[in-house]
């Protein structure tokens, strides 16, 4: 399967944009790109995906980079509750596309 | 609406007895996932199943564990025998598919403490 590539820490400072960034220069053509989050004491909560244009939703906006080699997610305006580690997962239709794989993902920290 | 439940929401036990965890997903939902999460470790994979299909057991770490699926519906997990090790945070998903866009529901977990 694909690896993804995350920091292991981040910043952010209350009520400003946080961009997150990671990388997968293995992905396949038919790769879709994931984002889940977990906060703390909690079950992992979808956070958005997609597969070559930038989307957008409620919680957050994908940017994926021309190449597919990597992706940013983007919070638009932090709160404290967006405090959570992020994951970057790939879900393809080859290997073990049912199950996700989770890497160490991105501790989120928002400063108030 | 409800979202995916899971039971106990702690359980302690001592070596070597078994221990049984529940998990009540989504209704309408055909694929059914149980993940863990040891201390500072990242999540892992299972098991998993899907409709009447057999399910995917790939992620077991021994025989000690095993899961079934009553009905489509609820499922449990055991754990025979347990260790110290096999203390961790249970966790349940559930996705109204099994398509590699489909959405996995997380329930709160279970937290497993072997003593």
């Known amino acids: 399967d694909a690896k993804t590539t995350q920091p292991n820490s981040m910043e952010s400072n209350e009520e400003e944009p946080v961009h997150l960034p990671c990388n997968h220069s293995?992905?396949?053509?038919?790769?879709?790109i994931h984002w889940y989050r977990q906060l703390p004491s909690q079950g992992p909560e979808y956070v958005i995906h997609?597969?070559?244009s930038n989307v957008n939703n409620r919680m957050a906006s994908l940017a994926i980079a021309e190449d597919r080699k990597s992706s940013t997610l983007i919070l638009h305006r932090a709160t404290l509750r967006d405090a959570a580690v992020y994951y970057c997962?790939?879900?393809?239709?080859?290997?073990?596309?049912?199950?996700?794989?989770f890497g160490s993902g991105t501790q989120l920290t928002v400063l108030p | 609406g409800a979202g995916v439940s899971q039971s106990p929401s702690n359980k302690v036990t001592e070596k070597g007895k078994d221990v049984e965890l529940r998990c009540d997903p989504i209704?309408?939902?055909?694929?059914l996932y149980w993940y863990r999460q040891s201390l500072g470790q990242g999540l892992e994979f299972l098991i998993y199943?899907?409709?009447?299909?057999?399910?995917?057991k790939s992620g077991l770490p021994s025989d000690r564990f095993s899961a079934e699926r009553t009905g489509g519906s609820v499922s449990t997990l055991t754990i025979q025998r347990t260790q110290q090790e096999d203390s961790a945070v249970y966790l349940c998903?559930?996705?109204?598919?099994?398509?590699?866009?489909?959405?996995?529901?997380f329930g709160p977990g279970t937290r497993l403490t072997v003593l």
């Open positions: 997609g597969l070559t």
């Open positions: 998903a559930s996705s109204l598919g099994a398509g590699v866009t489909d959405t996995q529901y």
């Open positions: 997962i790939l879900r393809g239709f080859s290997g073990s596309a049912r199950q996700l794989t």
């Open positions: 293995t992905i396949s053509g038919t790769d879709y």
């Open positions: 209704s309408g939902h055909t694929a």
């Open positions: 199943f899907q409709g009447n299909s057999a399910p995917d």
